[in-house]
């Protein structure tokens, strides 16, 4: 063990037991940014650059006690390779000692990568109406590099694995930087990052503006490296048959030791028998395009309005990880037949981890690399998002003791950042985003009572009355914001190896979903809409349904203080706030999982109810 901490103990439906990481990130930053500034009659100028040398020395173990995870399928029946579905029971499973998990041996690695930079930039007011501000930024990140070699530098498509197993034609494994010519870098030089920015800001009146204006920003891929082989995680191995004689239980579920990390001396056969992971060398970096156009017009009583358009674009953005060794859905036919245990030909070949009894389930041997039980490529910058709003603001300057901010926006935010229920066909995965509010608007005011010395009324107030009534400012901030869309799940089934299925969507979601949040906290959506997917199939829903929604925020907050003025030197405020005011329940989300005893009932509240807090501040 690498480290003496709580295992993490997952159980279906039930608290997570989590372990204690053991994390050790060290590091440095080295930085030269120099920048100046030249004004030529109606230029000004602006050019400069930044050069960073980032080290970072990891090492990290999330689970130095173990991963073990324990799910209905293990004991559910009356076919332990095809259990009907809600058949079994997690907690049993944890009881009977039968799951799923690994433990990791880490290595630590020690990375660098320089980032350069270079801009100008020209303020330029071609007239007394209009200004222009016109740049261009070039930005090159230098492929992460590993002090002593140990990462990895893609997978080897279509090269011939060195694994040989009979009626197999074996391709693909893990290829490692500074090794057979590779470069050292985890990553292709993307030399290619330039960012044009332009704006202007044009006087249509004394009283009217217009401003637009376009930039595109590169977001570096921050992190670490991919150690594989050098870093190893020993699977527990519960069963060689799918389930049907029980081999290794939780009491003791590494019987022989933990496998040591080997390198990279065994080429593409790195960890065959095992699960691998590797970035991808050719992605390139995200990058983002983000306009705007808003006009600006002054109003009467020191008040000014502004509408506005706000838009972006991601691009190559990244996602979540990627299974590249999922059964493809031509295979999905196959049924029940695909848990089916046949004649293993890896047997005798690979004598370490899931591969390395007598049989081995036919949808192993139909993976496009069947010589690994996984094949994961970590952050892939294949995502897209989109947004689009509308956006009003009414600011109210402080004048006759009243100030005020009120802003709403309506908008729609859409992305592919999902995990995809298969990972060949991702053209289903654009949704609403998981942060999407369709409308928002906040208030933000503060008033200064007109009465008491020096205001208003009572200006010539007596001393005695000026401590009461006097001096005192009332505040508030208000947000009313809609619900954020929901996503489904659901418990049990016998699915294709690799697959994140999804629920059935067989009607109306909304259909008799109507009156208050509290009135439909026992069924908040039409849970009759919804089905588990049969066996074997993916389910049609998308990642996210935008017409259901969780509750949305309503929250007020006041706030009363009082200045009060002991002597020329002393000062006294008192402030009283009042936080949920109107002590109105934010309900958190329903349950979203099918089958789930609870699934459409909402058994939280989000926000707090209401608290009143007193401070008392003196200042001499």
């Known amino acids: ?59 990290r173990n999330l689970n130095p006690g173990g991963n073990y995870s324990f799910g209905v399928n293990q004991t559910g029946g009356p076919n332990v390779n095809t259990p009907a579905g809600n058949s079994g029971f997690a907690l ?51 492929p992460r590099t590993e002090r002593y070699n140990r990462a990895t530098r893609g997978f080897g498509f279509g090269v011939a694995s060195p694994v040989r197993a009979p009626g197999l034609n074996l391709t693909g494994g893990l290829l490692y930087a500074n090794k057979d010519g590779r470069p ?80 990279s001396s065994q080429g593409l056969a790195t960890l065959a028998g095992q699960g691998v992971s590797f970035v991808e060398p050719g992605d390139r970096t995200p990058k983002f395009h983000n306009w705007h156009f808003d006009v600006q017009r002054e109003l009467p ?42 004649p293993n030909p890896f047997f005798g070949i690979l004598t370490t981890g899931g591969l390395a009894g007598a049989t081995v389930a036919r949808e192993q041997l139909l993976r496009p690399y069947p010589q690994f039980t996984g094949v994961t490529r970590v952050n892939p910058a294949y995502g897209n998002s989109s947004y689009h709003s509308l956006q009003m603001k009414l600011e109210k300057r402080l004048a006759q003791g009243i100030a005020a901010l009120i802003s709403f926006t309506a908008s729609k935010n859409m992305s592919d950042l999902n995990n995809p229920r298969d990972a060949f066909n991702r053209s289903v995965e654009r949704a609403v985003s998981d942060i999407d509010v369709p409308q928002r608007l906040t208030i933000a005011g503060s008033w200064d009572l007109p009465f008491g010395r020096g205001r208003k009324y009572g200006s010539n107030m007596h001393r005695a009355g000026d401590l009461v009534v006097g001096g005192w400012q009332l ?31 067989i009607s109306d979601p909304t259909s008799g979903a109507t009156g208050s949040h509290q009135s439909r906290l026992d069924r908040y959506f039409n849970t009759d809409a919804f089905a588990r997917p049969a066996d074997f199939t993916l389910g049609n829903l998308a990642p996210r349904l935008h017409t259901v929604r969780s509750p949305g925020m309503n929250n007020n907050n006041i706030t009363a203080t009082k200045d009060f003025k002991i002597s020329e030197r002393i000062k006294t405020q008192f402030r009283g706030s009042f936080y949920n005011a109107l002590n109105h329940p934010v309900f958190g989300g329903p349950n979203t999982t099918v089958g789930n005893a609870s699934f459409g009932r909402i058994s939280t509240q989000a926000n707090i109810s209401r608290q009143i807090e007193f401070g008392l501040r003196v200042s001499y």
Not at 7 to 26: C, E, F, N, R, Y
Not at 314 to 336: D, I, K, M, R, Y
């Open 475 to 505: 505040s508030t901030f208000q947000t009313y914001q809609g619900g954020f869309a929901l996503g489904f799940g659901f418990a049990g089934g016998t699915f294709a190896a690799g697959t994140s299925p999804r629920v059935n969507l």
């Open 301 to 342: 009583s020191q008040s000014l309005l502004e509408v506005a358009y706000v838009g972006s674009r991601g691009v190559s953005l990244v996602s979540t990880n990627e299974n590249l060794n999922q059964v493809p859905a031509s295979q999905f036919g196959l049924g029940a037949a695909l848990k089916q245990q046949v």
């Open 1 to 59: 063990l690498q480290g003496l901490a709580f295992p993490t103990v997952s159980v279906t439906d039930m608290q997570q037991l989590a372990g204690s990481p053991l994390i050790k990130d060290p590091g440095d930053t080295w930085s030269l940014q120099p920048s100046m500034s030249s004004q030529r009659g109606a230029h000004l100028v602006k050019f400069g650059g930044e050069t960073r040398l980032i080290r970072g020395h990891f090492f």
């Open 184 to 263: 050292r870098g985890i990553y292709s030089s993307d030399r290619n990052n330039f960012a044009p920015r332009i704006g202007f800001a044009y006087s249509l009146s004394a009283k009217n503006v217009l401003r637009g204006g376009y930039a595109l920003s590169y977001i570096p891929v921050i992190g670490s490296v991919f150690s594989d082989g050098f870093s190893n995680d020993t699977p527990w191995i519960a069963s060689l048959d799918g389930g049907l004689t029980i081999i290794n239980k939780l009491s003791n579920p590494f019987p022989s030791g933990l496998l040591p990390a080997i390198g």
């Open 92 to 142: 049993a499973s944890l009881l009977f000692g039968y799951g799923s998990g690994s433990m990791s041996s880490n290595t630590g690695v020690s990375i660098q990568n320089v980032y350069y930079g270079m801009y100008v930039q020209d303020d330029w007011k071609v007239n007394r109406k209009l200004t222009l501000n016109i740049g261009l930024r070039w930005e090159y990140e230098t």
